[in-house]
């Protein structure tokens, strides 16, 4: 049972460099997203998307990329790091309209210096 | 402003006293949820509301959602150290987004 899978769990990226979160599901949910969680803040959506091909922005999408191909997958990628996106990413899926539970990937840990 | 205030921002009690955690919104909630976070790991889903005036319990832990389904608490009976963590309440708010609370950081003293 996968569930919701991120990768990679933690990450050191120097200012200036890209890279990509990865997160799949295997649940043939069609609601996914990306938050970001830093102190007293709480959990702040950055990207999400309802269905393959569809992807909108949340609260804080600034500085960041999402595609969304498959129903599977959903990259979060960081164009050009910058030390503010020092955070923990969180991705979640689940199924559309209200009622399904919401299932969380375990984190991914990020530090730009 | 946040959508979503939750209270207290932390909580400390003592080993086996009961606590309450408050999620607000000025908005009408469709869907309440209930996620707990131990320090540096992922989200753990507790519990999910949606209908006025449910309660929903597991183990020592019960939610409501009030009646107008703007406010949702969280009651811990009898807690233990293995309570301690993070509660973040969630919230569908007819947005297609589930909006969070800033979470309470629940510590648990001997």
């Known amino acids: 049972n996968a569930g919701v899978t991120q990768t990679p769990k933690f990450q050191v990226l120097k200012t200036g460099q890209s890279m990509t979160l990865q997160c799949a599901q295997d649940m043939n949910h069609e609601y996914m997203s990306w938050y970001r969680q830093d102190p007293g803040m709480g959990l702040r959506l950055i990207h999400y998307s309802v269905g393959a091909g569809i992807t909108d922005q949340g609260e804080v999408p600034n500085g960041y990329n999402v595609s969304r191909s498959t129903t599977e997958d959903f990259p979060l990628r960081l164009l050009s790091a910058a030390p503010s996106q020092t955070s923990v990413y969180f991705c979640?899926?689940?199924?559309?309209?209200?009622?399904?539970?919401?299932?969380f990937g375990e984190g991914s840990w990020l530090t730009v210096v | 402003s946040q959508e979503l205030e939750q209270s207290p921002q932390s909580l400390i009690v003592q080993e086996g006293k009961n606590l309450t955690i408050n999620c607000t919104s000025s908005k009408t909630l469709y869907g309440l949820y209930w996620y707990k976070q131990k320090y540096g790991e992922g989200l753990i889903f507790l519990m999910m509301?949606?209908?006025?005036?449910e309660e929903k319990s597991h183990e020592k832990i019960t939610a409501k959602l009030d009646e107008k389904k703007q406010q949702s608490s969280l009651h811990i009976t009898a807690s233990q150290p293995s309570h301690a963590g993070i509660y973040l309440c969630?919230?569908?708010?007819?947005?297609?987004?589930?909006?969070f609370g800033t979470g309470t950081r629940l510590t648990i003293i001997p």
């Open positions: 509301l949606q209908k006025g005036g």
């Open positions: 969630g919230a569908d708010i007819g947005n297609e987004k589930l909006t």
């Open positions: 979640a899926s689940s199924g559309t309209g209200s009622g399904n539970t919401i299932y």
